[in-house]
Structures are given as structure tokens and as C-alpha cells.
């Protein structure tokens, strides 16, 4: 009697579980191969391409994309705490100081304050303008 075609699936699967479980230890080696010959085509073509990389990316941080991953980059290492769509919100929204507000002159008068006692959720106070971030107006 002929398998019907929800039984062939079945068995498929089935035979196709068992045969992972059984290979199992080879896909890992062959994946740690694979993945060793990949890091080092990519270490030869940084290496043979090593200026023409730089160059692009010296281009590319002078473009808004580039300027707005830098400070993104860069609110990451001084330890902003807050998703990513929140750091674009923040990155674009703001042209005011949030406590004063007065319009920013240019992005350098721009400053991100952030609660450093917070370290485990989202830590951001607002944007300032220069003169007010050296104030500290949230310190009463």
C-alpha cells in the first residue's frame, strides 16, 4: 500500500532529524572550517585592498549615514543605554535644547545627557545645548 503525502513528509522529516542527530559533530568541523577559510579571504583582501578600504570609509563618515553611525558609535561607548530606533529618534528629532530651549547653532553645540547611575535600562535625559550641559541642570 502507497504512502499517502502527509505520511512521506512524516517519514522525511523524521529521516532527516536522524540524520542531523547522526552528522552532527561533521557539519560542526565543516562549519569551523569553512568559517576559518572565510576570515582569512577576508584577511587577504583587507590586506591587497588595505588603502582603497581605508579611502572608502574616510568618504563614507563624511556622508550623514556615516556622521550619524559615528554618534551613535560614540553614544555607545560612553554608555547610552537605549535601543536603536531610539537613538535615530534622538539623533534626528532634536533641535532644541531640551532645557532651555534655544535652537541649536550647529551639532557641536549638540549634547547628550544621560543618567550615569543607570547602567541596566534606558538612561537618556535629553539633548543640550553646551552651556547647559556644563550647568548640569538635573543636579538639585
Known amino acids: 500500500m502507497p504512502y499517502t503525502e502527509e505520511e512521506k513528509r512524516e517519514r522525511k522529516k ?12 561533521k557539519k560542526k568541523e565543516y562549519d569551523k ?3 576559518e577559510k572565510i576570515k582569512e579571504q577576508k584577511k587577504e583582501y583587507y590586506q591587497k585592498n588595505k588603502e582603497k578600504i581605508k579611502e572608502y570609509y574616510k568618504e563614507y563618515h563624511k556622508t550623514p549615514q556615516g556622521k550619524r553611525f559615528n554618534s551613535i558609535k560614540n553614544w ?3 554608555g547610552i543605554i537605549c535601543d536603536y530606533q531610539h537613538y535615530y ?3 534626528l528629532q532634536q533641535t532644541n535644547c531640551y532645557y532651555c530651549r534655544k535652537e541649536f547653532k550647529n551639532t557641536k553645540d549638540r549634547h547628550l545627557d544621560h543618567n550615569h547611575s543607570i547602567t541596566d535600562y534606558y538612561n537618556v535625559r535629553g539633548i543640550l545645548c ?9 543636579k538639585i
Open 14 to 25: 523524521i529521516a532527516d532529524k536522524k540524520y542531523r542527530e547522526k552528522n552532527k559533530e
Open 33 to 35: 572550517s569553512i568559517y
Open 76 to 78: 555607545k561607548n560612553i
Open 89 to 91: 529618534k534622538i539623533y
Open 130 to 138: 553646551r552651556s547647559c550641559n556644563i550647568k548640569d541642570v538635573y
